[in-house]
């Protein structure tokens, strides 16, 4: 009788157990699955046949199923991230570099080539990326560009060349090179490129425009403090810096480039809130090391992100900048990036940046002073001729076929010659066309040939057709720098501030 009893006692626990778990059946929260899920667990540990009293049965079904489907634990980490902000998350070895770069880059041979063609119609390259295919090959500064997949490139336009220099990762390309009186040929392997993160120019007198692709690298630091330094010399009142499609990257070099801007001591930089700091913000604040330009003009659009906010917000609220484009990304998060042994990261947001009047500008993105936004339109054909294309034009011939065809050459870059000249079917216009055909796999000849006009007209059809971008961005930036350029430099020639 009492081995009956305990046995009831037993099923009745059970079915009690159970009861409670049916419970949860109605509700659909992601709490109250939980909650089933723990009340399975503690059935299992107090009733399981084979179940220790000191198992985790959810670790336990984690370790399987990720052991049965890694990708799953890809996913269900950066869910787990991403549960504190849309900045965090989770990324496998071969997903970080995407996401993070550091520089960017293309596939291409390695060669720097000098964009003014020489007067005897060769470019001539005059650096060579380091571990690139060119490098390896054996090719040279100072080699001039002869041949490219046996097509003699002597005339041709420099786009149509680098056309062809750059391809796909891995591919190889022939390149005939001069050296000297000799063409040597060279099969060069196409390699990822990286392209420099800072670019400049000097636009005209008292203005200079730097363009930074992310903030990363000490040759990039090392460029724009040269840069920024030498302004004085070289009578600089305006500077413009274009942000745009910067995504951000070291915020300490974005920092430390303000302090070597900003020509007033003791100015809040930036304001720094984190979970250590508590209900405390740290603030950053300049060391006085920069020139007074008449004015610095900030280029920024949607794409402009994390660092070069910091940066671009700055100079804005301290009055040091104009900003110009269209409304920035709103990323005023930092995250420090966890690599695991296998290369893959984990990326935790730990701080929220904040700006000196806009304050905090995270989800909401910096407004610029000038909102300006670049639009497309028809490319615009110049007024040329009309050109028969059945025709054959004979060296030496003069007439307003030879001109429109002329026309037609010079505006594809293949001849570069005064307008004033057009009319006669000369040595240089028939090099130009052979040039032209030997670019689009056409045997040379002697002559003008209908089918070298109809090629030619189909060239010029497809650029009607085409569109180009109107930099009405960089336009306001130019002539808002010219508006303070006008003015007296507000430094000395010794480069301090007056």
Known sequence: MLKKFVSFFIIISIALSISCVQAFAADTTGEDMYDKLVAITDLMKAYGLDVKKDADPIKDLLIKLFEEDPELFNEYADMMLKQIDKNSGYFPKEEYDTAYPTYTSYAGVGVTVDTARGDDGYYVITDISENSGASDAGIKP????????????????IADIIEIL????????SIGVLRGNTIHTFKVERRQIGMPNISHTIIEDGIEYIALSRFFGGDTY????????????????????????????????ALNMLDIIIPDRGKNIVGVRSKTSGEAVMTYTSRGLGYRLN???ILVDEHSASASEI???????LGYATLVGNKTYGKGTGQFHIMFEDGSSAVLTTAEFLLPVRYSYNNVGLTPDVVVSNYTEPYKLPNM?????????????KSDVVKALQQRLALLGYLDMDEQAFGTLDDATLSAVNVFRRMNKLPEEKFCSPETLRTVDAKITALSKTTVVVDAQLDKAIEIARKASEKPAQYTVAGKAS
């Open 295 to 297: 004015d610095i003009v």
């Open 142 to 157: 100072g080699d001039k560009i002869a041949t490219v997949e046996g097509i003699n490139v002597r005339y041709a336009p």
């Open 222 to 253: 090392g460029k724009f403090f040269q840069i920024y330094t030498n302004m004085p010399q070289n009578g600089t009142k305006a500077l413009i810096i274009d942000l745009r499609g910067n995504p951000g990257g070291d915020v300490d070099m």
């Open 385 to 397: 001729l009309s050109m028969p294309t059945y025709v054959k034009l004979l060296p030496g011939e």
């Open 166 to 173: 750059r391809g796909d990762e891995g591919t190889s390309v």
């Open 311 to 317: 940066f671009s917000g700055s100079l804005s609220d």
